[in-house]
C-alpha cells in the first residue's frame, strides 16, 4: 500500500512502492493511448503547480498533461517572471503558493535536497521531486524501469550501462538505486573527471567499468547521458571530438551489445556527442517512448500521491 505524503527520491520508495508505480502506471498508458477522449477524473478539484527553478522541455511538460488528463487544474509558475528575481526566498515563494490551497508543488531545482527541504516545512501541500540538482530525478527513473519492463520484461538480472556525465547527473544517481532495488547489474562509465568518487556506492548492483568497450559489452540496455555543459566547472573534460571518439556510442560500439539491446537517453541529448545521431533515431531506440511513459509514470505518481485520499 502507497503511504508517502511525497515523492522526493527512489531512496525513499521500497520494491513494493516502485511496483506500484509501474502498475498504475499501465492503465495511465493504456487510456492515454485511446483514441478520442484521454481524461479520467481523479484528480477533478485538484490544483498541480509546476514550480521549475531550472530549465525542462519532459518534465515539466509532461507533468502538465499527466495532471490535466487527470482533470486536475495545473498551474505554472515561473521564478523568472515571479518575485523570486525581486529577493523573495524558495520557502516564501513555496509557503504563499501553498497558502492558495494548492494540493502539490511539483518542484525542480539547482539545489540538491531543495524539494525535501520544502517538504519538510509546507503544511498541507505535497511535493513532488522533479529534479534536484545532482542528487535525485525520481520520476525520470521510474518511466525508465516501465520502459525497460516493458521491453524486457523482469528487471532482476537485466545489464545496464549507464554512460556518460554520472557525476552530475541526478539520472544516473535515481536508476542506479532504483535498479539496484530491483536486482539489475549496473555498470557505471564515464571520464574519470565526469564520474563521482563514490558511483559504486549507488545501489547494490552499480559497477564503475572505465571504458565504454567494456560496459557496453552484453548489455541490455544502454543508456547515454548528456554532458551537463551548464554544471561543468571549467575544463574537465576534453574536446568534444574526443569526448565522442571515446565515449560516444556508435554502431560499431553498440555492436558490442546484446544484438535487441536498447538505447535510452533521457533527454535533452546532444546529438553526436554521446550519441551518434543515426542511432537515436534508429529502432533500436527508445528515446520517444521514454517520454511518452513519462506522462503516464507522472499520472501514477500524482494519482498514487492524491487520488485515493483526501489532503
Ligand atoms: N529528462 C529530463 O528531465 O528532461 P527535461 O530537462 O527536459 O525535463
Redesign the pocket.
Known amino acids: 500500500m502507497w503511504t508517502h505524503r511525497h515523492l522526493l527520491g527512489i531512496e525513499e520508495l521500497s520494491v513494493a512502492d516502485i511496483d506500484a508505480v509501474l502498475e498504475r502506471a499501465e492503465k495511465w498508458h493504456a487510456l492515454s493511448r485511446q483514441a478520442g477522449n484521454k481524461k479520467a477524473s481523479v484528480l477533478d478539484g485538484r490544483t498541480v503547480v509546476n514550480l ?1 527553478f ?9 507533468f502538465e498533461v499527466a495532471a490535466q488528463r487527470l482533470s486536475a487544474d495545473v498551474v505554472n509558475v515561473s521564478p523568472a517572471l515571479s518575485s523570486v528575481t525581486k529577493g523573495e526566498s524558495l520557502l516564501d515563494t513555496a509557503k504563499n503558493i501553498e497558502a492558495m490551497r494548492v494540493d502539490v508543488l511539483v518542484v ?1 531545482h539547482a539545489s540538491s535536497g531543495a524539494p525535501a527541504f520544502l517538504a519538510r516545512r509546507l503544511d498541507h501541500a505535497r511535493v513532488v521531486n ?2 534536484d540538482g545532482a542528487h535525485e ?1 525520481p520520476t ?1 527513473a521510474l518511466l525508465d524501469a516501465f520502459i525497460m519492463k516493458q521491453r524486457k520484461g523482469d528487471l532482476a538480472g537485466l545489464v545496464v550501462a549507464i554512460c556518460g556525465d554520472i557525476a552530475h547527473s541526478r ?1 544516473a544517481r535515481s536508476n542506479a538505486i532504483l535498479l539496484g532495488k530491483k536486482g539489475a547489474e549496473v555498470r557505471l562509465c564515464a571520464p574519470r573527471t565526469l564520474m563521482p568518487r563514490h558511483a559504486d556506492e549507488l545501489g547494490a548492483t552499480a559497477r564503475v567499468v572505465p571504458r565504454l568497450e567494456e560496459a557496453v559489452e552484453g548489455a541490455d540496455v544502454v543508456m547515454m547521458l548528456r554532458v551537463q555543459h551548464e554544471r561543468l566547472a571549467g575544463a574537465m573534460m576534453s574536446t568534444t571530438r574526443e569526448y565522442s571518439r571515446t565515449f560516444g556510442l556508435n554502431a560499431a560500439m553498440l555492436a558490442r551489445a546484446k544484438p535487441d539491446a536498447i538505447v535510452m537517453h ?3 541529448m546532444n546529438r553526436n556527442v554521446e550519441l551518434d545521431t543515426r542511432i537515436a533515431d534508429s529502432d533500436r531506440s527508445v528515446i520517444l517512448d ?2 511518452e511513459a ?1 506522462v503516464a509514470v507522472r499520472m501514477a505518481v500524482l494519482d498514487l500521491l492524491l487520488g485515493a485520499q483526501p489532503s
Open positions: 521549475f531550472e530549465a525542462s522541455t519532459r518534465t515539466r511538460t509532461s525542480r522533479a529534479g530525478h525520470q539520472v533521457p533527454g535533452p521514454q517520454v513519462g
